[in-house]
């Protein structure tokens, strides 16, 4: 059975279908001033050299591209083709973290009227889907501390528009947002996606990693780019701890129009004491390859064949959410041992999912830590006493891990291939299709 996917009318200057959600006026309307869709933030709408893109990208970034290998199963139409009753789904697809207060006082004002009336008749359902973010519901530990808000404007819009309860579904990274009491007590629905998986996946029969290290730096390998809060304090502590010399570390600096390298308190609550000392040693490179742009699809057979292990330090460290990216699974595709700086939970997420980690040879008890710069430190010290050890000895080790190791790794294939059909021939079921199936039937 097909699933119908609502969207906007044909924009001209966009040339194509307006992304859901967005301005018809491109806000001149609600605002009285231009501005580029909310949904998609500035990075979806311009390449990294200030080109627009093109037509194809465009429409791939406004609707979503992991629809592509579902078109039997999807179709997506503008007002005049839908038929009389037909139920669909209005599915917005967001990557801008500010859209949220952007729109606040807007809502699904902007939405075609007739899919607005169709809300309230029960044939349509509106789709927020951002799962590649975890920010709903958490709560950000820096010096601007605040609980996030977006499920709470999203049910301020609904009550807005007279839409029924359940007519409203989000979909997002973060695990436990559902277990938020203004989650669970609102009309929203919230379905978590983990959408990352398939990032990599084209990369799970690269070799799996040896440990043969070529030099001092062979005890770790953490990849951190831009400076976040708890990224900075876990690079201050490996230096407190005098390790920082035995991993392949990265962490970029913070650059302005002047230059300079500013404390990056008002961007990413940073303290003073941490950044102060370790912009210093910044930027720390790794293979001497740029900070600048994200390579989040990468994967350097060399970096983990010369380390031991590895220390993700996930995108977020907050209460309030569990997220995982793309960071966690390029240890596991590489058969990887690894420490997991994140949110309270993360590790046992990854059990709930299937996954084993490494507690047998790791104190992981830092996962249970309400405190993420307590899991910082519990990590530094993991991490001190693994220094002391011999590469004989840490060889030993990697040799007893195998098993674990070998199986995270099928168990990744497995799960790649039962949710989105990765190089599984038949007919598999695909997670995108059950969560809209889900959508428009009210689960």
Known sequence: MSITLSQEDFDSIYNGPRPNLSSPTWYMKETGKFHLPYPLGEWNFFAETGEMFDDKTLYQNAYPMQMNPHEDNITWKYE?????????????????????????????????????????????????????????????????????????????WRIKSNFPEGSVHFVTGNAIASKHPKVANSGIRVHYLEAFSTWNGKEIDRPVATFNPIDSKNLFLTYNRAPRL?????????????????????????????????????????????????????????????????????????????????????????????????????????????????????????????????????????????????????????????????????????????????????HFKYILNRDYGVNEPGEPQHIIIKTLNNILWGI
């Open 80 to 156: 005049e083709q839908l038929e009389n009753n037909e139920k669909h789904i209005y599915l917005c697809q967001i990557y801008n973290p500010d859209f949220f207060k952007l729109n606040k006082d807007i809502g699904f004002s902007v939405m075609n009227q007739r899919f607005q009336e169709d809300v309230r008749k029960g044939l349509c359902k509106i789709a927020i889907w951002y799962p590649y973010e975890g920010y709903v519901q958490m709560i950000e530990e820096d010096v601007f501390t605040a609980n996030n808000t977006d499920i709470e404007i999203v049910e301020s």
């Open 230 to 410: 708890a990224r900075v304090q876990f690079v201050w502590k490996l230096q407190e701890y005098g390790i920082l010399d035995r991993g392949r570390v990265s962490l970029g600096s913070v650059y302005e129009g002047d230059g300079e390298v500013p404390n990056p308190v008002s961007r990413h609550g940073v303290l003073d004491r941490d950044w102060n000392k370790v912009k210093k040693l910044l930027p720390l490179q790794i293979n001497n390859l740029t900070h600048f742009f994200n390579l989040a699809c990468n994967i350097v057979d060399e970096d983990y064949d010369t380390t031991f292990c590895s220390v993700v330090t996930e995108t977020l460290t907050n209460r309030g959410t569990v997220f995982i990216s793309e960071k966690i699974w390029k240890p596991i595709i590489k058969g990887h041992p690894f420490y997991v700086l994140g949110s309270k939970g993360t590790l046992h997420h990854l059990n709930l999912l299937g996954y084993r980690t490494f507690d047998k040879w790791f104190n992981e008890e830092y996962d249970d830590f309400e405190d993420w710069t307590a899991r910082s430190e519990a990590i530094a010290k993991e991490l001190k006493r693994l220094s002391k050890l011999s590469n004989e000895e840490l060889t030993i080790m990697r040799e007893e891990m195998q098993e674990v190791l070998d199986y995270n790794r099928d």
